[in-house]
């Protein structure tokens, strides 16, 4: 079964303008990870955020987490045609071993 | 450094037939990971190896999926009797340590016809 959920499903801009996508879970965490995917490289990690933090930068990546409303946000500054994919959040569930618990993803479309 | 590798990449095979799918994870990390992915949806966990044990086999979906590292580095999944709805991509990782980034390889897609 799924555990979070991203929104939205889609998302389409324009290259230059910056995307976010939200995640949200239903139970508490150890961790939670934002994956890449494309048809070219498969899944790639991207960002690891643990429960005692609330923010984390990797480049042109921010993600926040909110342990209190069970829900995370990636934020993709200044896109490129590149970053088209879809991205997945995932959880590791406290005392769930290191297993992986994905959401449903977001399919971003970056336009020239 | 060479990643997670997955073989073979494509599987065609009958309703009613057996197939292994192996996983080659990055040299030096003990634990390596299975997941489903169906078309449209996140991957799904299926079994988690710490060094040659099973820490974790919850996501098994029956007694007809097996997996087996028995020398803690290569990984073996075994689907008896498969049907059309074990068609998906299977998916392999790896990570050096427990709470860590897991590292995917590009995936077996089994399609059963």
């Known amino acids: 079964s799924q555990q979070g959920e991203e929104d939205p499903q889609a998302l389409s801009i324009q290259e230059g303008e910056n995307a976010t996508m939200n995640c949200s879970y239903k139970t508490s965490i150890n961790n939670l990870q934002w994956y890449r995917q494309n048809s070219g490289r498969g899944l790639v990690h991207l960002i690891l955020i643990r429960s005692n933090e609330r923010e984390k930068h990797s480049g042109r990546l921010r993600v926040t987490l909110d342990t209190s409303k069970k829900s995370s946000s990636l934020l993709i500054t200044a896109s490129r045609a590149a970053d088209t994919a879809s991205y997945f959040c995932a959880t590791v569930l406290t005392g769930g071993g290191n297993k992986l618990t994905f959401g449903t993803g977001t399919q971003l479309k970056v336009e020239l | 450094g060479a990643g997670v590798s997955q073989t073979p990449s494509n599987k065609v095979t009958e309703k009613g037939k057996y197939v292994e799918l192996r996983c080659d994870p990055i040299?030096?990390?003990?634990?390596l990971y299975w997941y489903r992915q169906s078309l449209g949806q996140g991957p799904e966990f299926l079994i988690y190896f710490q060094g040659t044990g099973a820490a974790d086999d919850s996501g098994l979906p029956n007694d007809r999926f097996f997996a087996v590292r028995p020398e803690g580095s290569v990984s073996t999944l075994k689907i008896q009797r498969t049907e059309r709805g074990d068609s998906a991509v299977y998916l392999c990782?790896?990570?050096?340590?427990?709470?860590?980034?897991?590292?995917f390889g590009p995936g077996t897609r089994l399609t059963v016809l």
């Open positions: 040299s030096g990390h003990t634990a």
């Open positions: 990782a790896s990570s050096p340590r427990v709470n860590n980034e897991q590292f």
